[in-house]
């Protein structure tokens, strides 16, 4: 038997609340060893894993991590929200009652990490001394070592976090099990896997994975689906899955924040790690502080909206990521950052990694390279030759003081003040470059119907999005009538609230194609407009769907775009936007408790939509 509390004495964590429940779990899973780690134990458990053969080095200071070709993203059908109250299911949470999850969780568990050490990983999603902090200590269960190691990039981890809090209780439960990965049926009508959180008892419990979100506990289903449902039980925040940027103009000293949300493909990434066009350099500095998370609250003395980044880190998609579309990203992965690459392709011999889109084309001696499912790529056979060298979604995995723009700021337990919050999805028609709202109400709507085109091969219907409210769809953890609400209720404090807007990069020429804007570090150009705007240094043109800039308001030296694109990027389609009405009408109908507010502002936009035609 291992003796839980002379390894817990040994480690200084004193929090008695967490030495019960490290114990109860040792006992469930029957794991062989416990460590309890720091993020000042990454370079030794590195060693360990490389030596263990778990991670591969790729250069200097980089490494290199290949999953169970099965496991290699979220499985939004295994992932349950579960809580005791049945009025917190919605259209996407995947509710079931905590009564019947709780227990078949912990049976899949009971001595499934027998032979195996369990990792003991205190973190804070939060900078320390934040006003939200209360809600974002965790401690991590893993058999997994690799889990730590990407957990110590994406959170605060050490001790000092969990043995210090007021309230010793107010820590997020979270277990993860990898399981026997190839006997777990994944896909099949036998699939074991369970990603669990049950919201209302702050408890997470994922069986099945070494993954990304499925394993780095502290990532989405805290950071997310737990924050999201704290947020709303305690009516103090919201939790979303946005990017948040500043802007400062150098000229007169003014600083901007704006944070975002976009479904996927839609070039969060891309924002969050911009850099200001080469014309526009001198001028304007772009800081990073997130790229996927944002919790917000409304400052009561000033009567502003704050947000801050939880993690630590970025778990960034590989694919596509380069020079041009995002030269951001490449420097926080160069050599020396401790970066950690999954499921790229990688070259046993030189150790360099490489994805679709890094380069034009694939290096041409393939003496070496292997692709992510560790096969050689030089003995492919011919019907193999156009298969993928790395998985889609391959990733990096570095943290936050690595990426060279990062803010100053980005650990102020103060969070930085919001001018914008913008919503994006991939549209090839219809929607604007940017549009604008003041109204709460109709920025929330908005939001709720925010969308990406479908796959329409997958999804059906030309000219209908797949909508993903808020870019929450995979992350919702309560009703989501209930969650409008909310997001009425916490902006609706504030005195000075945010501008509303809505971007798109990726409007399309009908005859040949084209993207009509040339995007990637252009794109500052139109937040730049929507700040001036809120400022009221820019008026815009009204329409039925909001304030769109005039072309003269635009910062456009320098930029490659053409009179006729930018006529129909800077104009609506009166016709699409009155066929979106009705599909964003029946999406809505499927939301119980949808606060009249937003029926309201669908309203409105309907009727200017129908006067506009006349």
Not at 68 to 87: C, F, G, H, L, M
Not at 321 to 327: A, G, H, S
Request: charged share 25%.
């Amino acid at each position: 038997m291992v003796d839980v509390d002379k390894i817990l004495d040994e480690a200084g964590l004193k929090n008695p609340q967490v030495r019960d429940y490290v114990a109860h779990w040792a006992e469930v899973t029957g794991a062989a060893a416990i460590e309890v780690v720091n993020a000042s134990d990454d370079a030794r458990l590195l060693a360990e894993a490389v030596a263990a053969g778990e991670l591969l080095e790729a250069g200097e200071g980089r490494y290199y991590s290949r999953s169970y070709y099965k496991d290699t993203a979220r499985s939004e059908e295994r992932t349950i929200v579960a809580t005791n109250n049945p009025q917190d299911a919605g259209a996407y949470n995947n509710w079931r009652p905590a009564s019947e999850m709780k227990p078949l969780l912990e049976e899949k568990m009971r001595g499934a990490s027998q032979g195996k050490t369990m990792y003991v990983v205190p973190y804070l999603m939060a900078p320390p001394g934040s006003p939200l902090e209360p809600y974002a200590a965790g401690v991590e269960l893993t058999d997994a070592r690799t889990v730590v190691l990407h957990m110590i990039r994406m959170a605060r981890v050490g001790v000092d976090h969990i043995n210090n809090l007021a309230d010793q209780n107010s820590f997020v439960r979270a277990v993860h099990v990898t399981g026997d990965l190839e006997n777990l049926g994944h896909g099949t009508d036998e699939d074991q896997r369970y990603f669990v959180t049950c919201a209302d008892e702050r408890t997470i419990l994922h069986f099945g994975s070494s993954y990304g979100g499925n394993a780095l506990l502290g990532k989405i289903a805290h950071g997310l689906r737990q924050a999201a449902y704290d947020g709303f039980a305690s009516g103090k925040f919201l939790a979303e899955q946005f990017m948040l940027l500043g802007i400062v103009d150098k000229e007169t000293g003014k600083k901007y924040h704006i944070a975002g949300g976009f479904p996927s493909a839609s070039g969060k990434t891309n924002l969050a790690m911009t850099l200001a066009p080469d014309a526009l350099g001198d001028r304007y500095y772009v800081e990073f502080y997130g790229d996927d998370i944002a919790w917000i609250w409304v400052n009561e003395e000033d009567g502003r909206a704050y947000a801050f980044n939880p993690e630590n880190g970025v778990f960034g998609v590989a694919k596509d990521t380069n020079e041009k579309t995002n030269p951001t990203a490449l420097d926080s992965i160069a050599e020396g950052t401790g970066v950690i690459f999954t499921n790229v392709a990688y070259n046993e011999k030189t150790h360099e990694v490489w994805w679709e889109g890094k380069t034009k084309n694939p290096p041409e001696d393939l003496d070496g390279w292997l692709d992510w499912k560790g096969e050689a790529i030089a003995r492919r056979g011919l019907g193999e030759q156009g298969e993928p060298w790395a998985h889609p979604n391959s990733r990096f995995t570095t943290a936050l003081d690595n990426v060279p723009n990062v803010a100053d700021g980005y650990d102020d337990p103060r969070g930085v003040p919001l001018d914008a919050i913008i919503f994006g999805g991939r549209t090839r028609d219809r929607e604007p470059l940017v549009r604008a709202f003041t109204d709460l109400a109709e920025g929330v709507y908005d939001g709720m119907t925010l969308g990406a085109e479908a796959t329409f091969a997958a999804e059906g219907v030309e000219g209908q999005l797949r909508y993903d409210p808020m870019s929450m769809r995979p992350f919702m953890s309560y009703n989501e009538g209930d969650y409008a609400k909310h997001w009425l209720d916490v902006l609706g404090r504030a005195t000075d609230a945010p501008i509303f807007a809505h971007v798109n990069w990726f409007q399309r020429d009908p005859e040949d194609g084209h993207f009509l804007w040339p995007g990637y570090r252009d794109n500052l150009r139109a937040l730049l407009w929507l700040v001036a705007f809120k400022n009221g240094e820019a008026k815009g043109t009204p329409t039925p769907v909001g304030v769109i800039p005039t072309e003269d308001e635009l910062l456009l030296e320098g930029c490659e775009v053409t009179p006729a694109d930018l006529d129909t990027i800077l104009s609506i389609d009166v016709d699409r936007w009155k066929q979106e009405m009705g599909f964003r009408e029946e999406h809505l109908k499927q939301f119980d408790r949808l606060p009249e507010a937003i029926w309201e502002a669908h309203r409105r936009v309907a009727q200017a939509l129908e006067d506009a035609d006349r």
